[in-house]
């Protein structure tokens, strides 16, 4: 049983790995900076790993160290670690790791690879068990299963750090600004990326990016749209209950599929879920049943009936993400008035996608912009940048914060969409109590 010390535990991907290297049979310490509670931290609890918020760890050279990429390599228990001659690994280098020791699924993309790999790894354990982690901090370890289900962010070029065996793509577009030059960074990334599987990719062939880039691996791409695409969703009808469609690889009929998810891009995770279950040669009406039965990724579009509205809860933090997920709403609750609330992770994102995130924001019928996150940014590096970068251009758009809830009160049979990277589900608890009181 080896000895690991996570840092940054409550961060999303590092907490799934914390669960995995448990379920695996190590002993598991955590360690976070930030002692409020965060929607991570109950299933750490419930597996018994332990948090931190001090020096009181005893360290040695027989500790693995990880730490999250948000952590700086001044923090004081990474000094620590170093000085006790603890072997240490970024996040994503021990991802690398992990990837190396089982047969592999990548999920890449700039939007929708959390939930594509949970619906793989939703669908896989129901079939015969695997191992994955996911973003939105579910991670899981099967000790008699050799598939491994791994999100894999471009973040920093991370994801070059993995051992596919499957590459997906579900598309690629402008992110990370902060980071990346420019478009064709980001695909140079993605090809580096895909190169690396053993057994080929499976791109979005609906996708402009992603069907752009010349790889040196066989491709399977995946879509409704594109009239060459391999792997093809036909028949295909969008209910305010779900979406269901029949799937045909290189015209030969696979299988009917029922998703009880809203959206195109939902169809195409999908697809792309179903593409890796064909390859793998699980049967069209297991796969269906376990489909059938996914209600989504922690955290994306989840709903809770209050009072006469309907309260949605999504990860949405880029541009495309607020646009879907408005789409949503649209899709399941035609007539309802959708009212959306954002707030935005970076400062450079927001600089960098101004008029996106607006034009998206437009999409619902009234938008709150909330103040912009920077745990990893000094907000001095970008004077003016604020949430009036976005409001200024709303057509029908207003300030909130914490505190201001009572400016949600008035919305009744609505939508109302809480959207953000970060923690505005506090915004909508303390709506929630408001409107109890009320």
Avoid: W
């Avoid at 040695?60 to 952590?71: E, G, H, I, N, Y």
């Avoid at 289900?149 to 973040?155: P, Q, R, S, T, V």
């Avoid at 920093?156 to 402008?174: M, S, V």
């Avoid at 976005?390 to 300030?399: A, E, K, W």
Wanted: charged share 25%.
């Amino acid at each position: 049983m080896a000895r690991y010390y996570l840092l940054g535990v409550k961060g999303a991907g590092v907490s799934a790995m914390a669960l995995l290297l448990k379920d695996l049979g190590n002993e598991v310490l955590g360690y976070d900076d930030a002692a409020d509670h965060r929607f991570t931290e109950d299933p750490l609890h419930e597996r018994n790993i332990p948090i931190y918020y001090d020096q009181s760890v005893p360290l040695d050279k027989d500790t693995t160290v990880v730490f999250s990429s948000a952590l700086q390599k001044t923090h004081r228990e990474l000094v620590r670690a170093r000085e006790a001659g603890c072997t240490i690994y970024e996040y994503h280098e021990m991802l690398g790791i992990l990837s190396k020791k089982y047969d592999t699924v990548c999920v890449a993309g700039c939007h929708g690879k959390t939930t594509t790999t949970a619906m793989i790894s939703h669908i896989m354990t129901h079939i015969d068990g695997c191992n994955f982690i996911i973003g939105d901090g579910v991670g899981h370890a099967d000790p008699s299963s050799d598939k491994f289900i791994l999100e894999a962010c471009e973040f920093r070029r991370h994801f070059l750090a993995y051992f596919p065996d499957y590459a997906i793509i579900t598309n690629i577009g402008l992110d990370h600004m902060d980071y990346f030059k420019d478009l064709d960074d980001i695909k140079d990334a993605f090809i580096t990326y895909a190169n690396k599987a053993t057994k080929g990719g499976i791109f979005c062939g609906d996708d402009e990016n992603t069907r752009s880039i010349k790889v040196n691996v066989p491709v399977l791409y995946y879509g409704f749209k594109h009239p060459s695409n391999d792997v093809v969703a036909k028949n295909i009808d969008f209910r305010d209950d779900g979406t269901s469609f029949d799937v045909y690889f290189k015209g030969e009929f696979y299988g009917h599929f029922d998703l009880e998810l809203f959206g195109e891009h939902m169809l195409e995770n999908g697809l792309a879920a179903i593409t890796v279950c064909y390859l793998e040669g699980y049967k069209a009406e297991d796969v269906n049943h376990a489909l059938s039965s996914f209600r989504g990724a922690k955290r994306r579009f989840k709903e809770e009936f209050f009072g006469t509205n309907v309260l949605v809860d999504d990860y949405a933090h880029h541009p495309t993400e607020i646009a879907v997920t408005i789409g949503s709403a649209r899709q399941k609750y035609p007539g309802r008035p959708v009212i959306a609330i954002f707030k935005a992770h970076t400062f450079s994102r927001v600089q960098d996608f101004r008029q996106e995130f607006i034009d998206a924001l437009n999409l619902a019928d009234k938008a709150f912009v909330m103040d912009i996150n920077y745990d990893r940014e000094d907000p001095a590096d970008y004077p003016g940048i604020n949430a009036y970068t976005i409001i200024s251009g709303l057509n029908n758009g207003d300030y909130i914060e914490q505190g201001m809830a009572d400016k949600l009160l008035p919305y009744e049979n609505s939508v109302i969409l809480f959207m953000s990277s970060k923690e505005i589900y506090l915004l909508e608890e303390e709506y929630k109590q408001k409107k109890s009181e009320k």
